[in-house]
């Protein structure tokens, strides 16, 4: 079940933050599907690139294009998920069946995404990738950080409040 919950997961994310590039690249004529797509805190994909006029009409075709080839969200797999969540008696199974569904139709629409920005990462010049992977090890850093936190943060807590408890 960690596995799946972690698929989804990154899916998700993987997906906001294309998402976002794409709001970064369409400006105000992108309309966000869902949620998931609306700006966040996280960095854009090309933040901090210059783009020619030319890249944006680029990027703006084959965002449009990803947008007309990418299907609907499945909002009956979501009611059936929700109908085992809500359930009076907890079906571990079933919910591990759906969440596998759910999590693979994620996952097709995750490698359509990095195909498509796979594609918007080759019309930048060399100059503009080299920003591009700066900032990126930058977020991976910054991450890398918050990570660390997290880690030492629960420990951290757990031995203070066992201290506590054997005062």
Do not use: C
């Amino acid at each position: 079940m960690r596995i799946v919950t972690a698929a989804v997961m990154a899916s998700t994310l993987a997906f906001s933050t294309v998402s976002q590039a794409a709001g970064v690249v369409t400006g105000d004529n992108w309309h966000p599907i869902d949620g998931f797509a609306q700006r966040s805190v996280q960095s854009h994909m090309f933040d901090g690139i210059n783009l020619t006029e030319h890249q944006r009409q680029q990027m703006r075709d084959l965002m449009r294009q990803a947008r007309h080839d990418q299907p609907p969200v499945n909002v009956s797999e979501m009611e059936t998920m929700h109908r085992l969540v809500t359930a009076e008696n907890f079906d571990e199974n079933a919910v591990r069946a759906q969440a596998e569904k759910m999590a693979q139709e994620q996952v097709a629409r995750q490698v359509e995404m990095a195909k498509v920005r796979n594609q918007m990462y080759n019309l930048l010049t060399p100059e503009q990738q080299a920003v591009l992977n700066q900032k990126h090890q930058q977020r991976m850093t910054q991450l890398r950080e918050v990570a660390q936190m997290q880690q030492s943060s629960p420990s951290t807590v757990l031995s203070s409040s066992s201290t506590r408890h054997y005062q």
